[in-house]
């Protein structure tokens, strides 16, 4: 119980104890459905092209959500947002999801699932707004290890699917989420409160309608362009965005189609990502810690290129080459992302957080939005060519982590020369 992460748990206090305790709640059920997500469509009828649709429209959606989603938060604050916005993006799109009948049903359930632009929005700010900087790594490393941990109960999703077929599974295991996502949702309202940068935006704001507010986003956009280090931050995210909308949408494809693995047998993967990832955090991150991020990130960035060539490489039935690839991920994954959650709120405007981060949504999701339906084309020819574009964006993104790392660098020791002067 001595070890860092476990104190650091213990020592959580306010709105980051409200947001980390409840994270399970979301992690559980979307663990039991996402390996299968993609697979289900095929099942209802869906082609490929049909699947990258439905994620560029929704992708779309998120342009509108994204771009409202910083007026909301501050008309609404963080914690009410947060409640009604969680069950508009997910417990309605579960229901939807489970009664689901052809492409026309995903799409309805893809366009309301967009909505969760507001609520990533609000939640963000709800967690790390009153928290101490010295806990961000510490606060992001477990919402992922929690998101993790619940990748555990992946494999019952398997074994249900192989006594039960697909279908049945996946529409009992939808209406299981909807239940979960809204007690999750419920809870992280009772257990939180208000934001101090809330409340004063919420009174600075009370008597403007929200287009209003949103009328006041060009001085925002002006600041965000002139800031170089909030701008590698939004090239990276993009990156991530893009290939984890490829990953999510087609990697199971690839995988019962190609390599022609039972789809009863993708949750095994699931479980072996979480695994591995906690170790990673529990054991490998604290020895890191004493680093500037640009060499875990650099690294990370080349760890998911190599997981994807292995994937593309893994011969049928090569379940060694295939777990390697998940491993390798796992390890990848578990460097990036707290150090990117960090990096993201350390580059923004504490004072115009919900607006700065609405504006980093909207750029990022305007540019991800075509790669589901160019995925889905890239994949109706080859199913190697989505993931051959994936690596040539984390070449880039690799090389993006080590220039935000050198203006980080530079820009500390800019502080600490005019603190001495």
Known sequence: MSHSLITSLRSF?????????????????????????????????????????????????????????????????????????????????AIIWALSQNFWWFMAAGIMNAIWRVT??????????????????????WIHISNLAAGFVAPLAGL?????DLAPTMRVLYFFAAIMFTLKAVLTY??????TQGRA???????????????????????VLRRPETLYTAGIMLIIAIVGLINGGFWGILVTEKLNVPPEVLSIFPFLKSAV????????????????????????FLAFVVAQ?????????????????????????????????????????????????????????????PFGWIAGALSSIDKNLPFLLNITLLLAGAALAWVAGRT???HKAAVAVSVEL
């Not at 990533?120 to 490393?141: F, G, K, P, R």
């Not at 009772?190 to 934001?195: G, I, K, W, Y």
């Open 13 to 93: 206090t306010g709105n980051p104890r409200g947001c980390v305790y409840t994270e399970p709640l979301w992690g559980v059920p979307y663990n039991l459905v996402a390996p299968y997500a993609s697979v289900y469509m095929v099942a209802l009828g869906l082609t490929d092209r049909n699947i990258g649709l439905v994620l560029s429209v929704s992708w779309g959606f998120q342009v509108f959500w994204a771009l409202m989603s910083g007026a909301i938060t501050d008309k609404l604050g963080r914690r009410l947002t947060t409640l009604l916005f969680d069950i508009l993006a997910w417990s309605v799109p």
């Open 120 to 141: 990533m929005n609000s939640w963000t700010c709800l967690l790390v707004e009153d928290a101490e900087h010295e806990q961000l790594v510490d606060i992001y490393t």
């Open 160 to 164: 249900l699917v192989a006594r039960f």
């Open 190 to 195: 009772l257990m939180t409160e208000e934001t």
């Open 201 to 223: 935006r919420m009174m600075e704001t009370r008597s403007q309608s929200v287009f209003a507010v949103l009328g006041e986003y060009h001085s925002v956009v002006r600041e």
């Open 277 to 300: 990832a906690l170790g990673f955090f529990f054991f490998v991150m604290p020895r890191l810690a004493h680093l500037d991020f640009k060499w875990p990130m650099f690294a990370g």
């Open 309 to 369: 060539i292995l994937l593309i490489t893994a011969p049928e039935q090569g379940y060694l080459i295939l777990g390697l690839s998940v491993f390798v991920e796992a390890c990848a994954y578990a460097a990036v992302s707290p150090l990117l959650d960090k990096l993201i709120v350390l580059t923004i405007d504490a004072q115009e957080r919900a607006r700065v981060q609405s504006i980093l949504y909207v750029g990022v999701i305007l540019i991800t939005a």
């Open 408 to 410: 980080a660098e530079n």
